[in-house]
């Protein structure tokens, strides 16, 4: 749970040790406004002191940049407000079952892909054989062709004109 104590204008006055580990930063002196994260740009302090019962979603900052997700209640007492962070232990569960049905997807995307690769493996192996028998099979009919080729233009060459024997 994070705690602050903030001044009536909102100035972080003192925090739990919680908060300043998962901010790693030094909080006091610097402005609640500063330390969270407010997307909506909708938060007023004023307002969460007016109805201390409901709980108010915050962003607040942590290591690393990434924003932490806490559900905060603000109650004026004297000339400090204390604000109450917590995590919500069902979001946790959520987005860690999340993770893990992602991770399972991953997974099994991987194992698709191998198998695809191990049968792409195999059909480039069958490609270069066909290519291979069909390159060689090729290659006995035409020497043959050429070789009678060059034997009837030896024994024809007197015979036959120009242009019979371009063709």
Do not use: W
């Not at 995307?109 to 069909?134: C, D, I, S, V, W």
């Amino acid at each position: 749970m994070l705690f602050f104590i903030l001044s009536l204008e909102g100035e972080i006055v003192s925090t739990n040790r919680y908060a300043k580990e998962v901010t790693r930063r030094h909080l006091t002196g610097q402005s609640f406004y500063d330390v969270m994260l407010d997307f909506s740009g909708e938060f007023n302090l004023v307002t969460a002191l007016n109805d201390p019962s409901t709980e108010r979603i915050i962003h607040i900052g942590v290591e690393g940049g990434t924003p932490q997700t806490f559900y905060f209640t603000f109650e004026q007492n004297d000339d400090c407000i204390l604000a109450f962070g917590k995590l919500n232990a069902d979001e946790l569960e959520t987005l860690r079952q999340e993770i893990l049905s992602l991770n399972q997807e991953q997974s099994n995307l991987m194992r698709k892909l191998h198998q695809t690769n191990a049968r792409l493996k195999r059909l480039n192996e069958e490609k270069n054989r066909f290519l291979g028998m069909a390159a060689h099979d090729l290659r006995k009919p035409i020497g043959l062709v050429l070789a009678y080729t060059d034997f009837l233009i030896d024994e024809a060459k007197n015979i036959l004109n120009k242009e019979h024997m371009g063709f």
